[in-house]
């Protein structure tokens, strides 16, 4: 009895065994025989369901998201350029005084108290506008300057920044 039991233990795992390989099998070789054969009805098909899901998502997104505000629709106030002939030099920004920039100021009350920054960036994140402006001080050192939705939130020296990056 148990040499029975032991036969066909033995003879259903590699019958399971084989089974298994051939659904495998079976899988690989139609999907290598659709690739090569005219299996374009099957990409036209899953095509055409993402093609719908997209028009679904878009009409889901417009019809009922807010629109997230974004650098070119904040207002800002622009800074006007200056315009500048061929071959003469953009004139350098007034040094500042890195002590007259605390946080809390606004961007307007920052632009009349130290004029132009020498370099600007923005970017959005988490639905706030985030601006960075340099500066360059009366000191020969450069203030960054980091506004969260047009209040200053953060004026470091480059040289301070540079030796908290050299402590850590």
Excluded: H
């Amino acid at each position: 009895m148990r040499l029975l039991r032991s036969f066909f233990l033995i003879l259903g795992g590699a019958m399971t065994a084989s089974g298994q390989a051939a659904v495998e099998s079976a899988i690989g070789t139609a999907g290598a025989a659709g690739a090569s054969s005219g299996a374009a009805g099957a990409g036209k098909a899953a095509g055409g369901v993402f093609g719908s899901l997209t028009k679904v998502l878009e009409r889901t997104a417009t019809s009922t998201a807010k629109p997230s505000p974004s650098p070119s629709t904040t207002s800002i106030p622009a800074m006007a350029p200056v315009p500048i002939a061929a071959g003469e030099k953009a004139p350098a920004s007034k040094p500042i005084d890195a002590s007259v920039v605390v946080a809390g100021l606004t961007r307007a009350r920052l632009v009349e108290l130290c004029g132009s920054p020498t370099s600007a960036t923005q970017k959005t994140r988490a639905g706030s506008v985030i601006e960075t402006l340099w500066y360059n001080t009366t000191t020969g050192d450069e203030l960054e300057v980091q506004l969260t939705d047009g209040t200053v939130t953060l004026a470091i020296l480059a040289s301070d920044k540079q030796r908290a990056r050299a402590a850590n």
